[in-house]
């Protein structure tokens, strides 16, 4: 047996339970070196026999193969684990990359989207910003216009004067006949100029007539004819708009302003109301005492409204505020020196918040107004099929008391408004050369197309309203509040 053979067989018997063992080393017979084992057995008593001894070491060898077998198996299972393992860690390498990737494009889709939302805002700040410059070119050019006025009317004025002056050294002087005296208790007489007899020299009289026996001022400060303040007429004409104010910021685009045709106690003709209505919860009423103070912008008082109204189809009339109710049909009467809601009332079927607008929009399903016979809303039904209908409401209790329904749709028309009982409607909100189209007279229930030029100066005309006492409409175009000189035939 090898020495190596036998070294591995006294280290398995020796790990198998020996205790003790001897190594003796000496020559054989022929010379070579021996090592001989001495190890004592655990277990047997006496040596087995040579086939015995070869049994077992047949037994140890072939455990040995099978445990390299085991020992290569493992190594072969170590080699698959380290390949997967270096093949997992590669792909997470090139995970996470992708998931970094992914990442980074939200990231840059939200700075995209922050971008986008920047430029629609720029470009809303670039369209009012030139539509602020279109207002100021406008302004300036009603500047322009205003300033050409008064000069027009100082040279008028002067002009005038002259013409006072020379007639008034032109005045015939009194002639007297110094040479004889005049017989008491006779009176004087034109003398014949003897030159000429065709002549005959009369004596005249320059009488100065103070401007408002001829010209009556209105309470907007302006003057304006005498003609129709006395009894009512139809429409047959609208004059060029003047501009009395304009709103400061862009809650003001939309608005109503007004002055009380009835005016009761602690307010006058001059007191004035405005009201901004651009935003979702209106309900600030500007007071102004007076005219000067409305034109300036100084409020003298600012109510407070208890609760929101809708649109631009607010009135004043005998000391009360009358309004829409926010995203209702509800009419609200507030008493303005108490400040108090005095009456409530919904119109049965009228459509609001949208549903039977003026043709600009703006939830102008229901419309005050106010004529020489009173208080009037102007609204449509699902039963009227959008057509406008009228009602005269009792302006203490809200309560109606007529109704009248038309043939004109409410939706085809940019406004509406009432002179002595007759509906009349505008055309177009926007166009600078609109007419007053149609006339529906209550009186008769008959209703006719008209072709009266009106002027929407500033191209966004959202209220236009009738005050009886003035006979003039008010308007609100584009921020600007306006007024009308109109003339009415005689009845």
């Known amino acids: 047996m090898p020495a190596v053979q036998v070294l591995l ?34 277990n047997e008593s006496s040596c087995p026999e040579q086939s015995q001894a070869m049994s077992v070491i047949h037994n140890l060898q072939k455990d040995s193969s099978t445990q390299r077998l085991d020992l290569e198996a493992t190594k072969a299972r170590l080699s698959s684990l380290e390949s997967l393992l270096h093949h997992q860690l590669t792909l ?13 494009q939200r990231e840059l889709g939200t700075l995209r989207r922050e971008r986008d939302q920047l430029e629609t805002q720029t470009r809303e700040l670039e369209t009012a910003y030139s539509n602020l410059l279109q207002d100021k070119s406008v302004l300036e050019e009603e500047k322009k216009r205003l300033r050409q006025e008064n000069e027009n009317l100082a040279r008028r004025l002067e002009s005038s004067s002259q013409e006072v002056a020379r007639l008034r050294r032109g005045q015939c002087p009194q002639i007297r006949d110094t040479a004889r005296d005049v017989p008491p208790g006779s009176r004087e007489v034109s003398t014949w100029n003897l030159d ?31 003609e129709g303040d006395n009894g009512c007429g139809e429409l047959v004409w609208v004059g060029e708009p003047l501009t009395l104010r304009t709103a400061e910021t862009i809650t003001g685009k939309y608005g109503v302003w007004m002055r009380d045709p009835k005016p009761t106690y602690p307010y006058t003709q001059e007191t004035t109301w405005r009201i901004d209505t651009v935003g979702t919860d209106v309900r600030q009423v500007f007071e102004y005492d007076l005219i000067s103070q409305f034109m300036q912008g100084y409020p003298s008082k ?18 009360s505020l009358y309004f829409q109710g926010a995203e209702s049909r509800t009419i609200i009467r507030y008493e303005l020196n108490t400040e108090t809601v005095k009456a409530e009332k919904e119109i049965p079927g009228a459509g609001y918040h949208g549903q039977f607008p003026y043709s600009w929009g703006g939830y102008t399903d229901i419309d005050l107004a106010v004529d020489e016979s009173g208080l009037w809303v102007i609204y449509s039904t699902d039963e009227a099929k959008g057509a406008i209908v009228l009602s005269k409401l009792n302006p203490e209790n809200l309560e ?8 004109i749709r409410k939706q085809s028309v940019a406004n509406a408004f009432i002179i002595c009982g007759t509906l009349y409607t505008v055309s177009s909100y926007s166009s600078a050369d609109a007419t007053v ?17 009106f002027k929407n100066r500033y191209k966004y005309s959202s209220m236009i309203d009738y005050n009886p006492l003035e006979k003039k409409l008010f308007a609100w175009d584009n921020l600007n509040m306006v007024t009308y000189d109109i003339k009415l035939s005689k009845m």
């Not at 000429?196 to 304006?224: D, N, W």
């Not at 600012?302 to 000391?319: D, K, N, W």
């Open 400 to 407: 109606l008391e007529q109704t009248w329904e038309t043939n």
């Open 302 to 319: 600012v109510h407070i409204l208890p609760r929101p109204l809708e649109s631009t189809g607010a009135v004043v009339y005998s000391g």
């Open 92 to 104: 997470d390498r090139a995970a996470r990359p992708q998931e970094t990737q992914e990442g980074l």
């Open 437 to 453: 189209n149609f006339a529906y007279d209550t009186g008769t229930g008959i209703s006719k197309t008209l072709t009266i030029p």
């Open 9 to 42: 067989l006294a280290c398995l018997v020796w790990d198998v339970g020996a205790r003790t063992a001897q190594l003796r080393k000496a020559n054989d017979r022929s010379g070579r070196c021996q090592y001989t084992f001495s190890v004592a057995s655990p």
């Open 196 to 226: 000429t007899l065709a002549f005959q020299e009369l004596k005249s009289e320059l009488t100065e007539v103070p401007a408002s026996r001829i010209l009556k001022e209105s309470p907007s400060g302006h003057l304006r004819s005498r």
